[in-house]
């Protein structure tokens, strides 16, 4: 078999085999394949697509190009949630502890943020002192123990994927469904879960643009899981919007620990509340919607959850001062207040504008080797459909870059679309898919 054949045969848009796509992940593991073969292939398959059964094979070498996480001794129902990224998104910080306060297993490696804002990772260590870097060993001892741990995604995991990541990050073939579907899914198979929720996202603050192409991405991903035995399905939202009030890394900390303390934002709590119920029903815990509403409200209003977070930090060295002295996060220098221009109410806050202006102020990297400022980011005071009123407070800004206060200022005035009537409230989820 040559690489030159299989590069030929996508040009010409035929499916490849799953002898082909097996010869083509080990030649990138191996090194026998060059690395502009790889980004050829991968350009012919973001141009020419592949089909399901191609895309099933890509994500099963994908996952055997490395180890994979056994679970198995802790528990047959390991839970996995997965976001494709928003602004604002908080969520896996609050899903954890509520999982594991109702006794299910959730073990979560997660990434570090490239791009506008900092990833779940990169919120985690601004608390002080908190390890993300755990072994692959000390992460399962924390699952056992505390029913969750949070680490650093290992290099070790579906290593295939880093690589074409790498290759797909710098010849602009990421945004293509089939090798986003593997990319994602073969991660979340090598961590070791069986059940997987997908939390998709898709509006101006997420990697996806219309609903319809998240739904796409959504089948094809639930469709691939399905078919490498995995109890899978996504949850699709709106990313319209930011979620939550704080963007950034220890502004959104100190909005987990206040959700978790009971003062829930209704969108956070839409979300948060969805996802821990397709967990129940997926794991036999708790069958319906309602239940499972009052279940989690129980569990917040009796402070088991807050208690679990606690223990999270606490397992992994984190300081837990925080969460009653919220001076102990990284603070910035500077904190400016942005005024509303007119009267109304907030119809819109675009999410990449405010992403883009929290970046500017430090929160976020463009290299993986860039250092972000924990403490930079922004506060919206007022979400949609609330009033505002010329000349008041809309949005706090954060940060130790002067400079880049007055910039960001104007980018959050333009992030907001202020109309004179109240417009109505909506569900963020468009749809859930398996
Ligand atoms: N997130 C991933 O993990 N992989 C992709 O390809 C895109 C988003």
Redesign the pocket.
């Known amino acids: 078999m040559r690489i030159i054949d299989i590069i030929e045969k996508k040009k010409k848009g035929e499916s490849l085999t799953e002898k082909e796509i097996k010869f083509f992940i080990d030649g990138v593991m191996d090194g026998s394949i060059e690395d502009y073969q790889t980004s050829a292939l991968l350009m012919a398959i973001y141009f020419k697509g592949m089909d399901i059964d191609e895309t099933t094979w890509l994500t099963k070498y994908m996952v055997e190009s490395g180890e994979i996480l056994d679970l198995s001794k802790i528990s047959d129902n390991i839970v996995d949630k997965?976001s494709?990224?928003g602004v604002g998104d908080k969520i896996t910080l609050m899903f954890l502890p509520l999982m594991a306060a109702s006794g299910i297993y959730t073990a979560k490696l997660s990434?570090r943020g490239l791009g506008h804002t900092g990833g779940t990772i990169d919120k985690l260590e601004s608390i002080p002192n908190f390890r993300t870097d755990l072994s692959i060993k000390e992460f399962k001892e924390r699952v056992k123990k505390h029913h969750t741990a949070i680490a650093a995604q290992t290099l070790s995991l579906a290593p295939a994927?880093g690589k074409l990541?790498a290759l797909?990050d710098v010849t602009s073939t990421?945004d293509i469904i089939p090798?986003?579907a593997?990319?994602?899914v073969s991660?979340k198979i090598a961590s070791g879960a069986n059940h997987i929720i997908l939390d998709v996202k898709y509006g101006s603050g997420a990697?996806l643009k219309t609903a319809k192409e998240a739904e796409k991405l959504s089948q094809v991903m639930v469709e691939v899981g399905k078919r490498l035995d995995r109890n899978i399905c996504a949850v699709i939202s709106s990313m319209n919007q930011p979620l939550g009030r704080a963007v950034g890394n220890s502004v959104e900390i100190q909005e987990v620990i206040e959700f978790l303390k009971g003062n829930m934002e209704p969108d956070l709590k839409e979300i948060t509340f969805t996802l821990c119920q397709k967990a129940f029903e997926k794991t036999g815990k708790i069958k319906t919607k309602k239940e499972a509403e009052k279940y989690l409200e129980d569990i917040i209003n009796s402070g088991k959850a807050l208690e679990k977070f606690k223990e999270i930090v606490a397992s992994q060295s984190g300081d837990i001062s925080i969460i009653d002295d919220y001076s102990k996060l990284p603070q910035s220098s500077i904190k400016y207040e942005v005024k509303a221009k007119k009267d109304g109410f907030v119809k819109n806050i675009d999410a990449l504008k405010i992403a883009k202006a929290c970046k500017n102020l430090g929160a976020g990297r463009d290299k993986k080797a860039d250092k972000i400022d924990y403490s930079a980011g922004i506060y919206l005071t007022q979400k949609y459909s609330e009033p505002v009123k010329k000349g008041e407070t809309i949005a706090v800004i954060y940060t130790n870059k002067k400079s880049a206060v007055k910039e960001a200022e104007s980018m959050i005035i333009d992030a907001f679309e202020i109309a004179e009537e109240k417009p109505k409230k909506q569900s963020l989820i468009y749809k859930i898919i398996g």
């Open positions: 997965h494709t990224g990434g994927d990541y797909r990421v090798l986003i593997s990319s994602v991660k990697f």
